[in-house]
Nanobody
Framework: QVQLVESGGGLVQPGDSLRLSCVAS????????MGWYRQAPGKQRLMVAT???????NYLDADTGRFTISRDNAKNAVYLQMNSLKPEDTAVYYC???????????????WGQGTQVTVST
C-alpha cells in the first residue's frame, strides 16, 4: 500500500530555513506530479509548489524565490527547501500527488499525514 511520509518540520525563528522531505513507499510504479501544500489553523489547504515527473515546477506566487521544490525519482522523494521563513508560513505542510501503484495502470491521489512548521520568535 502506497504511503507518503513527510519529515523535516519544526520550530524555527523568522529568517531561518527548513528542508522538508517526503518519501513514498509501498510498491510504486511511477510517481507523477507531486506537490507540497499547507494548511494554517482555520484556513483552507493551499498549494505551495508542485513538480512534474520531468521537473517542471509551479509555485504559489507569494512563495516564489523563497521556496524551492525538487525531487529524486530514484528515491521516490520530493523536497521543499524553505528559506527566509516568516511567521505567516506557519502551517501543517502536506505532501501529495499522483502515483501509479505497482500492478496498476492508473494514477491515484495520495497524501501524507503532514509535518508541522512553526515560525516564531
Amino acid at each position: 500500500q502506497v504511503q507518503l511520509v513527510e519529515s523535516g518540520g519544526g520550530l524555527v525563528q523568522p529568517g531561518d530555513s527548513l528542508r522538508l522531505s517526503c518519501v513514498a513507499s509501498g510498491g510504486i510504479l511511477s510517481m507523477n506530479r507531486m506537490g507540497w501544500y499547507r494548511q494554517a489553523p482555520g484556513k483552507q489547504r493551499l498549494m505551495v509548489a508542485t513538480i512534474t515527473r520531468d521537473g517542471r515546477t509551479n509555485y504559489l506566487d507569494a512563495d516564489t524565490g523563497r521556496f524551492t521544490i525538487s525531487r529524486d525519482n530514484a528515491k521516490n522523494a520530493v523536497y521543499l527547501q524553505m528559506n527566509s521563513l516568516k511567521p505567516e508560513d506557519t502551517a501543517v505542510y502536506y505532501c501529495g500527488g499522483l502515483i501509479v501503484p505497482a500492478g496498476s495502470q492508473s494514477e491515484y491521489d495520495y497524501w501524507g499525514q503532514g509535518t508541522q512548521v512553526t515560525v516564531s520568535t
